[in-house]
């Protein structure tokens, strides 16, 4: 079955072009239809008041959870990250629809406005010791992580900016951008 | 960790692709806007068709109305600066706008040069006609490029016209033999590098919205369809008779711009379109697509 790469908004086509790099069959992922049709899914860097509130307007948002808790990895990166967060730091503006499944408490914008986006080499033991090389635009930082998360890469000054609890995964940076597929491979091994 | 990197900038307008850039005049229509899903706004003081009708010169909006709205979304917030006017860019700068859009909506304060955006760590985005003109632009450091349209107008006639005859272009270089290109470059007006680039990736090298003239569901979709990226909406929602539902269908529309039944869904019972202008009736000395080189 192919991947899906949820296509409602934002950077999927960056997702898709790595992933048929890799040789995976991939399915944009914008009604319930095509949800059926993949075996796991990306959400996409982009904006995630936009994603959020067409992942309500296009039933997409219950039969996600539904198919997390049957088992289907999952990856959020950055808006993708914030959408899978059970909780957000400075709380969920009223009516901003989320996922809420992965137990981690994100921070938007945490780095600051678009002046501040940046790109550093990224220590990931998980992916081997050529460390990662991560662009953060207006990026998300996770605050505090649950029991079952595994913390799986941390920024020099200790905060975390991605992990891994059981199916799924999530960065605050942009592995969609860098010509680096080894987050799209661990993904592919969830 | 280096900031403000060329990447950063084009990522930035990668995270807004697929989505609506919306013109706002008041923090309450900013809010409007990110309701109706909007993937930044654009804070300016009139809209281009109010810009139109009031004549006069045009110029950066007060950064106490924009810094308002930056306050009252957490979407992107865009600003416009006059072509050449690199003191107003360096204040949008300053308070923290997330873009600017170095604009032909306002009154251009250099005939000859554009602002160089390379020395700003604030991205850019500005309006092109043709390759030529985004080429140019992409080479003093616009980090997004625009159709320009015929803004204010409601008439989607010219956005159309700039995004074929862009993609026209850029599908022709992909034909030329590597020889042909030194000419190619002298023709377009463009350094040589970028317009081997343009011939190997088929697509510009940063992302290319439409914009100008874009008022219903269907001119967004219209608009994907002939290959954009996303879409900037100006004066066609807050000059329509329902603006939340008209944004919010305009929205829908550029995520299903290939899915005709779900585009016919979405444009039923919008209440008035904004009234358009046809483009043969405005003064050759009024057409803001003119201005900028």
Redesign the interface.
Known sequence: MPVGVLALQGAFIEHEQILQGLGVETVQVRLPEQLAQVERLIIPGGESTTIGKLLVRFDLLEPIQQRASEGMPIWGTCAGMILLAKEIAEGRAEGQPALGLMDITARRNAFGRQVNSFETNLNVPALGEEPFHAVFIRAPQIDNVGAEVETLASLEDGRIVAARQAKLLATAFHPELTGDARFHELFLGL | ?????F???V??A??????VIMDVVTPDQAKIA??A????VMALERVPADIRKDGGVSRMSDPEMIQGIIEAV???VMAKSRIGHFVEAQIL?AI?V??IDESEVLTPADEENHTNKHNF???FVCGARNLGEALRRITEGAAMIRTKGEAGTGNVVEAVRHARTMFAEIRRLQTLDPDELFVAAKNLQAPYELVKQIAELGRLPVVNFAAGGIATPADAALMMQLGVDGVFVGSGIFKSGNPAKRAKAI??A???FR?AKMLAEISRNLGEAMVGINIDTIPANELLAQRGW
Do not use: C, F, N, W
């Open positions: 960790m280096e900031t403000s990197t990447t950063t900038k990522g930035l990668q995270m807004l692709k697929g989505g990110e309701e899903g909007a993937v930044a957490t979407i992107p700068e923290g997330d873009y760590k604030v991205p929205v829908e550029t995520t299903h899915d």
